[in-house]
Nanobody, 123 residues
Framework: QVQLVESGGGLVQAGGSLRLSCAAS????????VAWFRQAPGKEREFVLC???????YSADSVKGRFTISRDNAKNTVSLQMNSLKPEDTGVYYC?????????????????WGQGTQVTVSS
């Protein structure tokens, strides 16, 4: 079983940047697909970005050109770089992984979840 821990959230003004990190323990996630989802109050969990086992990336239209995902297999971590943040990016950001290393934008297809980290973007 893998444990995922997110960090790096916080309060930032619109137009600013944040970098989130997802640290895995228990086993390597180098062959996993790892995705970031977010959830705003009163809304469903929303797909943000995914990096697959081959380091191909997939992005939601709402964050294209602003957010990037990367992985460091030596450190067993996945990062989410968020630039040009908007108030609508506010929410709890979750890191998720699945052993089947192919992309999925459906949160139900991920077996492992972190506890989430709050991102708040003020206008």
């Amino acid at each position: 079983q893998v444990q995922l821990v997110e960090s790096g959230g916080g309060l930032v003004q619109a137009g600013g940047s944040l970098r989130l990190s997802c640290a895995a323990s228990g086993r390597t996630i180098s062959g996993d697909a790892v995705a970031w989802f977010r959830q705003a109050p009163g809304k469903e969990r929303e797909f943000v970005l995914c990096i697959d086992w081959n380091s191909l990336t997939y992005s939601a239209d709402s964050v294209k050109g602003r957010f990037t995902i990367s992985r460091d297999n030596a450190k067993n971590t996945v990062s989410l770089q968020m630039n040009s943040l908007k108030p609508e990016d506010t929410g709890v950001y979750y890191c998720d992984s699945r052993e089947r290393g192919y992309y999925s934008g459906n949160p139900k297809n991920y077996e492992n979840w972190g506890q989430g980290t709050q991102v708040t973007v003020s206008s």
